[in-house]
């Protein structure tokens, strides 16, 4: 008899729990302003973990390092790579948003050059193998807008010794974007 009034109330809490949490997907529009239209990109930065600052970053630096040597397969380097220039650049704007300009600003040139390292080996996959995946493709030219638009929003953050620095990751990130145009 027990068990039968355990199992009823279980079965109970289990339906009153399920009614209980109820999620309701909001589709937000783009943000506009008046005077220049700026569309959000839709693209969310991985959690970038341990900082440059932190003690122990040199670990996850030998462990990125010996998954970028075990990797062979291009493609799946390229999505390494994008990988890697997202979460660098995600370290950048931590770095920024807490006052560590310097280390923010060459941690960010840092993920340009992994986006560079991805776009060179997508492409010439694709010139020497076959077509680039289009989820790969679409995913690297979504990753390189949003470099576009967190390091233009990062310029009116950083002082003028550090502009120099990020208005040149700026200028790679566009080169970069007509490169992957070659992709498809």
Known sequence: MKQRILFVCSICLFLFAGFWHTVV???SP?????????VKIEYALPYPGILPDHPLYIVKRLRDYILERVIVEPVRKGEFYILQG?????MGMTLIDTGKFSIGESTISKAE???EQSVTVLVSYQVTKSMVPTNIAD???ISLSKH???ITAMLTK???AQKNGLTESLTRVKQLQEEA????
Not at 30 to 38: G, H, K
Not at 86 to 90: G, H, N
């Open 86 to 90: 997202d979460k660098r650049l995600q």
């Open 148 to 150: 576009e638009e967190v």
């Open 181 to 184: 145009k070659k992709l498809r």
């Open 113 to 115: 050059k992994y986006m």
């Open 158 to 160: 950083v002082p003028d």
């Open 139 to 141: 995913r690297l030219k």
């Open 25 to 27: 997907a909001v589709n």
């Open 30 to 38: 783009a943000v506009v302003t008046a005077s220049m239209p700026v």
